[in-house]
C-alpha cells in the first residue's frame, strides 16, 4: 500500500546470477527495510504455509506435484522467500505457479526473481498482467503517477485469469476473485487446505484501502472515473466468500502473526469463520470515510 513513490535502485548482479533467486533491482522506501526483516516461516493450516517478510506476505501452497506461491513481495524479499521455502524442507523449483495479488512493488517487486528461480507461470488479471508485463502501473491505477517510473521488475510471463478461474497445479486448485478498488486489477484468491478429514477454505485478501495519488477521486469528482460502486462490491464480495482462514496481502491486516504465535497444539487461531466479514466491514469503514471527504471536499 505504497503511500508515496519508490525509488529502484539498479544493481549489476547479472553476472553474478547462480539461479538463485537474486534481486537485480532492489527497492529503497521509507518502510521497505521494516517491511523486508526477515520472518521465520511457518504453518498456517495444512498445506498452507507462510513465507513471505514481517511487511508482505508470501504464501505457498504445497503439493507432492507442485507448489503454488502467493505474491512476491519486494524485489529484495526474493531471497528471503526462497530462503523460506528452503528452510520449510521444500525447493522453490517445485513451485510451478506464482499468482499476484495486485501488481504494486511491494506485492509483485519479487516475482521476477522468483519466477527466475523457479521456472513457474505466473497468473494474474488481466489489469495486473499489464502491469506485471509492463513493469510500471496502470494508467487507471488509484496510484498511477503519469511518469516513467519503474514500479516492478518486469515479469515475462503472465497467463490472464478470469473473475471466478480455478487454476490447477496437480491436486492443488486456486480461484481468482477480482476485487477492484485499491488498483483495477486487484485479485483475493482462495483454496482448501485439509488436516486429515478436516478442510477449510482458505482466503488471499487483496489490499481494499482507497490509496490515491492527489487529485484521484473514487467518486470520480474531477474527471477520474467513479469507481465507488465498484470498489464497494469488492469489499461485498470478499465478505460473502467462503472463508474459514483469512490470510492478507499485509500480514497486519489479518493478524497473521498474533494468530501464529496464540497457535497452540488444541487450538489454531488462524480458523475464524469471521475473519473475511470483520475485514471487509474495516476496509468498508476506511472507503466511506474516503468517499465522505471527497463528497465534502470544495
Ligand atoms: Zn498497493
Redesign the pocket.
Known amino acids: 500500500?505504497?503511500t508515496f513513490k519508490p525509488v529502484l535502485l539498479a544493481f549489476s548482479l547479472s553476472l553474478l546470477m547462480t539461479g538463485a533467486a537474486q534481486a537485480s533491482e532492489n527497492l529503497n522506501c521509507d518502510n521497505c527495510k521494516e517491511w523486508n526483516r526477515p520472518v521465520k516461516p511457518f504453518n498456517v493450516y495444512g498445506n498452507t504455509w507462510y513465507v513471505g517478510v514481517h511487511g508482505l506476505s508470501s504464501v505457498l501452497i504445497t503439493s507432492p506435484r507442485g507448489h503454488i506461491l502467493v505474491d512476491g513481495a519486494l524485489p529484495q524479499s526474493a531471497a528471503l522467500i526462497e530462503a523460506n521455502i528452503r528452510a520449510l524442507g521444500f525447493r522453490v523449483e517445485d513451485v510451478k505457479l506464482i499468482v499476484n495479488s495486485?501488481a504494486?512493488w511491494?506485492?509483485a517487486g519479487g516475482i521476477a526473481a522468483l519466477q527466475r528461480a523457479s521456472g513457474a507461470v505466473v497468473a494474474a488479471s488481466a489489469s495486473g498482467a499489464l502491469a506485471l508485463r509492463s513493469g510500471t502501473h496502470v494508467a487507471d491505477d488509484p496510484?498511477y503517477y503519469g511518469d516513467a517510473a519503474v514500479h516492478v521488475p518486469k515479469v515475462a510471463k503472465v497467463r490472464v485469469v478470469r473473475d471466478g478461474e480455478t487454476v490447477r497445479i496437480g491436486p492443488l486448485a486456486i480461484t481468482a476473485h477480482m476485487t477492484p478498488g485499491?488498483?483495477p486489477g486487484s485479485t483475493s484468491w482462495s483454496w482448501r487446505s485439509c488436516e486429515q478429514q478436516r478442510c477449510m477454505n482458505v482466503v488471499y485478501a487483496d489490499?481494499l484501502n482507497p490509496?490515491s495519488r492527489d487529485g484521484f477521486n473514487f467518486t470520480g469528482k474531477g474527471g477520474t472515473p467513479d469507481i465507488s460502486a465498484s470498489f464497494a462490491a469488492s469489499i461485498a464480495r470478499l465478505a460473502a466468500l467462503q472463508c474459514d482462514i483469512l490470510l492478507s496481502?499485509h500480514p497486519g491486516f489479518a493478524d497473521t502473526f498474533d494468530k501464529a504465535a496464540a497457535r497452540t497444539p488444541e487450538r489454531n487461531p488462524f480458523v475464524d469463520a469471521d475473519g473475511c466479514r470483520a475485514y471487509a466491514a474495516s476496509a468498508a469503514k476506511l472507503l466511506d470515510a474516503r468517499l465522505a471527504r471527497e463528497r465534502s471536499a470544495q
Do not use: G, V
Request: avoid cysteine.
Open positions: 500500500m505504497p495486485h504494486h511491494d506485492h496510484q485499491h488498483t489490499s490509496i496481502a
